[in-house]
């Protein structure tokens, strides 16, 4: 069977991805921000994780003062093959490889748990109510408000829906380097995540909820690999459809771009760390809570 010339490009680009982010995760690593013995748990605990698709001797560099030599010793003394990776592990490699890694790599820094999820999802998938239900639900979760150039629909409150910003402010923000992130969503408006209260969170243990769209997902695990992406999708097409233009805030123009921008961005669900389908906002809220611990 060949693989048609779409898909192959598609593929090799998310190896790609997938090939930096699992390089991030080793400077991250290397520099003390994530444990080397906390990647490992993760790679057992996640199997469809990035952290699975890592090789054991890609884990190892990352440990400073561990050279080529030594580390081609090392793994023959577990007994693991250099090309294993950490999902890949048999139980007893595993241990072996924990049992090593939390005597030669302890960790000095603070990994208090906390973490950046990242919600994204076709359009009226229904991340805003998931969202707020956790907002309303689950106290310690810092949820993250935007800024956007869109004006805000009734009920919308600036400064708790969205920082409701014109052009002249939103440059200004990126030019302060003030986002984590930020894009043009629907090809109309701009929509960014301020960076300075999700630094200010994490560093206070506190586990952080992006609503975001796919782009910012993407632009999100570049610079922040150890977040965990989730993406939302709805029970079927139909059920999408229905809850778009059931929501009634949009123009039928506007309804028409947003379905298209919708079948665009379901495509990019196997970027993602994790599906989710939301049958139900609290059975899903929980899920997506599930992940924060
Ligand atoms: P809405 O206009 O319906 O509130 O949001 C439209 C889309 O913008 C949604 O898919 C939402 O997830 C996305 N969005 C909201 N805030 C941000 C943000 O800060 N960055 C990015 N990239 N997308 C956002």
């Known amino acids: 069977m060949t693989v048609p010339e779409v898909d192959r490009a598609a593929g090799s680009r998310a190896a790609i991805a997938a090939r930096r982010a699992r390089a991030a995760i080793k400077k991250a690593v290397s520099e003390g921000r994530r444990s080397a ?8 605990t996640h199997p469809e994780s990035l952290e699975a698709g890592m090789r054991v001797t890609e884990l190892l560099q990352g440990i ?5 030599i030594r580390i081609e010793r090392v793994i023959e ?12 592990l048999g139980a007893l490699q595993r241990d072996r490889l924990g049992a090593y890694l939390a005597k030669r790599a302890p960790f000095s820094g603070d990994e208090s748990g906390a973490c950046l999820v990242v919600l994204a999802g076709p359009t009226a998938v229904g991340k805003g109510t998931v969202s707020t239900w956790i907002r309303e639900n689950v106290p310690g979760v810092l949820l993250s408000v935007s800024a956007t150039t869109r004006a805000p629909r009734p009920g919308e409150v600036d400064g708790v829906s969205y920082y409701f910003v014109d052009d002249a402010e939103f440059d200004r923000m990126i030019e302060a380097g003030e986002f984590l992130e930020w894009a043009v969503v629907h090809n109309s408006s701009r929509y960014g995540t301020p960076r300075a209260p999700i630094d200010k969170a994490l560093a206070e243990g506190r586990s952080v909820l992006l609503e975001i769209d796919i782009q910012g997902a993407r632009q999100v695990r570049a610079t922040m690999p150890e977040a965990r992406l989730v993406f939302l999708l709805p029970p079927s097409w139909g059920e999408l459809v229905r809850r778009l233009t059931g929501r009634g805030t949009e123009t039928e123009e506007e309804q028409a771009r947003r379905l298209s921008t919708a079948e665009v961005e379901l495509a990019a669900q196997s970027e993602f760390d ?10 899903a809220a929980r899920d997506v809570v599930s992940l924060m611990q």
């Open 37 to 44: 013995t906390g990647v490992l748990e993760r790679a057992t």
């Open 64 to 68: 400073p003062g561990l050279g080529k």
């Open 77 to 88: 003394r577990l007994s693991i093959s250099p090309s294993k990776r950490l999902g890949g």
């Open 274 to 283: 994790y599906l989710i389908v939301n049958n139900d906002v609290e059975t």
